[in-house]
């Protein structure tokens, strides 16, 4: 208030120009921004092919239950009577009684389908993504099962919290439009 | 002889793996009947449109928040807005992507040519900047989710000595370095890591992290807003921009009648006193304090930045491929025995260790850079701290300090100008410190 006029009105002069290029400089940014291809923006996902099943999946992500599910490649399905993903590894005895199932939630359901093929299935609502039924597939298995982040139960965290402690950094950024990596055959 | 037992367990576990490998896959069946598998469902993530629904809200709530502070001067009206912004960006969008968060998002896309900058993260950097520039720190006062929660917790707020809030304040500098530094080299999100009200809004979290969001929610009972004075990154650019606002808080609607009474009414420390009347030798010799300060300056930088150079290999060890690179490079020369999970999952991959050496010298290459910058970055934050300290711009009235203030519209109350305002009986409760 004790300021000269003069000193008042230049420093008023450089805020104004200041004001207005930050304003022009915004509209540009955003508007740029929303013309561009895939403003949509990128959602996290797992690459199964580099997923090494540690477990940490279950525990580490901020929803809970986990985002991240056990998915199934039917195509690859070898479609076992003693699948490796539903039963423990135990190769002597009765090995397909409850107490022998892998899956800590008794989320993956077998049904028959013809001799001696049967069918799993993910009940979703009840995995936790322990991937403890993707090791006994990876091993022993086709390897058709395996995890993926579930975009209806993921919020989509800036950074997510599994790709922070995944060993085999895992977790990547993948594009909205593209949010799975699926296996397939070959 | 740990030595030994390793290869031993190699040896043994080596029948294993390739009984493992020779395994013949199954070849899918053939189903006599028409068998028709299920279908895989990818439900998709949430719709593109619904972030343009929180651009146009985060827009709407900048506007009313300016609106209600600076045209309505309004406290109670602005409190609603601030529960709104708490519920809608904190719980409801459980804090994320917030603008804090965005400045890394925005360094990664300058950095990392294969991110794409989605236009709802550059809105959220970008407009609460341009309201700033406008209207001052009005995203602070009711739009920020982490400003929110510690706004409503603030109800017993007490002075902070000078000297702590000047140390303290140059945390936020330093933080906004280094996750800049950190988001550049693509080796971690900080400020997400270490968000602290985020578990809260998720209702889940961290042990240490929700931990860490209690005791900032408790000590905020009696310093007002801890995140946001002494820690948010976010904040410094807000400080820097909310100077040039053609319109702000200023604490009395007319003239000042001197009367003092504001002098405590801010709970975040942002109204200053009027400065004494200065003899001219005490001018003379702040001025040659001055001079001395800005040649010192340069020499600050370069010498902090050295420092960072020489830390460089330490904070590049954050960085999981760097790690990671050391560990296989010490096994592979039978330095440590047996592996880490990270080194197994990195074998598993059947990538050569070179290509792993290779990945692991430029991100140190990017760190030896960013070390230096982010060095002499504290180095010139420390200078410029003390220049602006020995810089006293006068002031004949109390002013709320346009950097600073968090628009939140408290001290208006203790104005009496302010009341004179008001229709008799309309006025609401004085909210400042006790
Ligand atoms: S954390 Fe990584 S390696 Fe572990 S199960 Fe999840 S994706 Fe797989
Ligand atoms: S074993 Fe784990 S990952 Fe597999 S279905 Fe059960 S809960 Fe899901
Ligand atoms: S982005 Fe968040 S919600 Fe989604 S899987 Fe990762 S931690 Fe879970
Ligand atoms: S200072 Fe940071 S945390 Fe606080 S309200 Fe402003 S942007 Fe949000
Ligand atoms: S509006 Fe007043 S009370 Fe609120 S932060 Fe600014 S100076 Fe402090």
Not at chain 2, 2 to 23: D, I, Y
Not at chain 2, 159 to 173: D, F, K, N, Q, T
Not at chain 2, 175 to 183: C, D, E, K, S
Not at chain 2, 236 to 244: G, I, M, N
Request: proline share 7%.
């Amino acid at each position: 208030m004790a300021e000269p006029s003069g000193k008042k009105s230049r420093r008023e002069f450089i805020a104004e120009g200041i004001r207005t290029g930050g304003l022009v400089a915004v509209s540009g940014a955003l508007g740029s921004l929303a013309t561009r291809a895939h403003s949509g923006g990128t959602v996290w996902q797992i690459d199964p092919h580099k997923c090494v099943q540690c477990e940490k999946c279950a525990t580490e992500c901020v929803v809970s239950p986990s985002a991240v599910k056990c998915v199934h490649a039917y195509a690859m399905c070898g479609y076992c009577r003693l699948c490796f993903g539903v039963f423990k590894d135990k190769r002597t005895g009765n090995t397909t009684t409850a107490e022998n199932h892998r899956c800590p939630t008794d989320a993956i359901k077998r049904t028959f389908v013809e001799d001696p093929y049967y069918e799993m299935y993910i009940d979703e609502p009840l995995c936790i993504g322990c991937a403890l039924c993707v090791q006994g597939c990876e091993r022993f298995g086709n390897g058709s099962l395996f995890l993926q982040i579930r975009h209806d139960r993921c919020v989509n965290c800036n950074q997510c919290a599994i790709a922070n402690v995944c060993p085999a950094q895992a977790i990547v950024r993948v594009p909205a439009s593209q949010p799975y990596l699926l296996k397939t055959v070959g | 002889m740990r030595r030994a037992l390793f290869q031993l367990t190699v040896l043994l576990s080596a029948p294993v793996t390739a009984w493992a490998q020779e395994q013949e896959k199954q070849p899918p069946p053939e189903f006599s009947a028409g068998y028709q598998p299920p279908t895989i469902t990818i439900p998709g993530p949430r719709a593109e449109l619904f972030s343009y629904l929180d651009i146009a809200i985060l827009f709407g709530v900048l506007c009313l928040a300016s609106y209600l502070v600076l045209k309505k001067r309004s406290r109670s009206d602005l409190r609603v807005l601030v529960v709104f912004s708490l519920l809608y960006f904190g719980f409801y969008r459980y804090g994320c992507v917030c603008a804090v968060g965005s400045i890394q998002n925005v360094t990664f896309a300058i950095s990392n040519h294969n991110y794409a900058l989605p236009l709802v993260v550059g809105a959220f950097f970008l407009l609460p900047l341009l309201f700033a520039l406008f209207f001052g720190r009005v995203f602070c006062a009711a739009a920020c989710p982490l400003g929110a929660i510690q706004d409503v917790v603030a109800q017993r707020p007490r002075r902070v000595p000078l000297w702590l809030e000047h140390s303290l304040g140059l945390i936020p500098y330093l933080y906004l370095g280094a996750a800049i530094l950190f988001a550049a080299t693509g080796s971690a999100f900080l400020i997400c890591e270490y968000d602290p009200f985020i578990s809260l809004f998720r209702l889940g979290g961290k042990v240490e992290i929700v931990t860490f969001g209690a005791v900032l929610l408790l000590l905020g009972i009696v310093v007002g807003r801890p995140y946001c004075r002494f820690l948010c990154p976010y904040g410094v650019l807000l400080r820097w921009l909310a100077p040039f606002a053609r319109w702000r808080v200023t604490i009395t609607p007319a003239e000042c009648v001197q009367c003092h009474l504001c002098a405590d009414a801010c709970p975040f420390g942002a109204i200053n006193p009027p400065t004494p009347a200065e003899s001219r030798s005490r001018r003379s010799e702040e001025r040659k304090r001055l001079a001395v300060l800005i040649l010192l300056l340069p020499l600050l930088a370069l010498g902090t930045g050295w420092l960072g150079y020489r830390s460089s290999p330490l904070l590049a060890r954050m960085n999981p491929t760097v790690s990671l690179a050391e560990r296989v490079w010490l096994e592979e020369r039978g330095r440590v025995s047996g592996t880490t999970e990270t080194s197994a999952a990195f074998r598993n991959l059947g990538q050569p260790n070179e290509w792993l050496y290779q990945q692991a010298a430029g991100i140190r290459k990017q760190f030896d850079t960013g070390a230096w910058l982010l060095g002499a970055w504290v180095g010139l934050v420390i200078g410029w701290k003390l220049i602006a300290l020995s810089l006293r711009r006068q002031r004949t009235d109390y002013e709320a300090d346009p950097a600073a203030c968090l628009a939140c519209a408290r001290c208006y109350q203790s104005c009496p100008v302010e009341h004179l305002r008001l229709p008799p009986l309309a006025g609401e409760f004085y909210e400042g410190p006790a």
